[in-house]
């Protein structure tokens, strides 16, 4: 009943919950773990990895009518590996839905139900901190970290969820993250933004993603639709005009950008965008580059998508002289879709690197 505090915290490894119902009572968007509802989240004095941690079969629901279900996320996943988060119903938290950071890796995200979320309603995202440009620069110890586990969001599976009608946020987001794969989920009614986005954002102090695999997925009413639940006082604001798809590498400075290490680390490469579906679509079913600088996005491939309804381009390259791209064998309405692509041949992308018979159920 506390809005400030009241996460069921996973804190030890091997722990793992199982199987029934949570409600909470908010007030505000807030964003530590406290205000979770769920949270795996290693605190600095834990002395073991966190490892082997699951989450499954919750239900995460409001405790009042005019409540959210979390006042952050409805589960966060924060510097933990092998876990597994499954089978769960998310509704209405405040933010993301199942939110996975501070270098959290080797997990799945398989069968879970999120709505009516307040921002994405499941991400991965890297965050590389204040003044990163100057640690990368000039602290080498910082810099050898970058290859080192647990530094950035890596090999995590989102198979198989069902994610709809939130009224803020993205579908499912990879920001700054590696070797991840979106594959086989529902994502319908993302009112404001990307049905699935890949992203770096300068703004929020984040490297390139790299390798993300997305895959088979079903993509419906993006950016053409209401929200069915507003919450008392929020003003819906109008769509960014995202593709249902979209991969960008947005708010970076000149400066940065003229320095070849942070350029290196801003960069985003290796997406496969292949096998999705995509319908009733406001703007383009696959956006590239957007307020991105040239040579910022490479080796990214779209072939075999299904595309109907979509009201811009089924395929939209903004960086055609720079930005590196493989089309083939997608479709608009049964018709062979163009788009500005250069690439000779498919780049190598293979989603998240892992085996999930080793990982906890």
């Not at 499912?172 to 991840?180: D, L």
Request: glycine share 12%; hydrophobic share 40%.
């Amino acid at each position: 009943t506390d809005p400030a505090d009241h996460t069921l915290g996973l804190r030890a490894p091997g722990a793992r919950v199982y199987g029934f119902e949570l409600t909470a009572v908010t007030d505000v968007r807030r964003s530590a773990a406290e205000q979770s509802r769920v949270s795996i989240y290693r605190e600095a004095n834990l002395r073991e990895p966190l490892s082997g941690n699951v989450v499954r079969g919750l239900t995460i629901t409001p405790g009042a009518p005019s409540a959210g279900s979390a006042g952050s996320a409805g589960i966060l996943v924060f510097g933990a590996s092998n876990f597994t988060i499954a089978g769960n119903t998310v509704r209405r938290s405040l933010a993301d839905g199942i939110h996975i950071t501070g270098g959290s890796s080797h997990g799945r995200v398989v069968g879970n139900t999120v709505r009516e979320t307040g921002d994405d309603m499941i991400a991965m995202v890297t965050y590389l901190g204040s003044h990163w440009q100057d640690r990368l620069q000039n602290d080498s110890a910082w810099r050898n970290s970058l290859d080192q586990p647990g530094f950035f969001v890596s090999d995590i599976a989102v198979v198989g969820n069902d994610v709809a009608d939130n009224y803020w946020g993205r579908g499912i987001a990879v920001v700054g993250s590696r070797n991840i794969t979106i594959a086989d989920n529902r994502v319908r009614g993302t009112s404001y933004a990307a049905a699935v986005l890949v992203a770096q954002e300068g703004g929020y102090g984040t490297p390139g993603p790299r390798n993300v695999l997305i895959s088979g997925n079903d993509i419906a009413r993006v950016q053409n639709t209401t929200p069915p639940f507003v919450p008392a006082g929020w003003k819906l604001p109008p769509p960014t005009g995202h593709g249902a798809v979209e991969i960008h590498a947005i708010q970076n400075a000149a400066g940065d950008l003229a320095k070849p290490l942070v350029f290196d680390l801003l960069s985003l490469r290796g997406v496969a965008v292949q096998g999705n579906r995509v319908e009733q679509v406001a703007t383009d079913g696959v956006r590239m580059g957007a307020d991105t600088a040239p040579n910022l996005i490479n080796d990214v491939l779209w072939a075999d998508n299904r595309f109907a309804q979509v009201g811009g381009l089924a395929l939209r390259n903004l960086l055609p002289g720079t930005g590196s791209a493989r089309c083939r064998g997608n479709l608009l309405k049964g018709q062979p879709v163009a788009g500005a692509c250069t690439l000779a041949a498919d780049p190598v992308v293979t989603g998240a690197r892992l085996n999930c018979a080793a990982l906890p159920s």
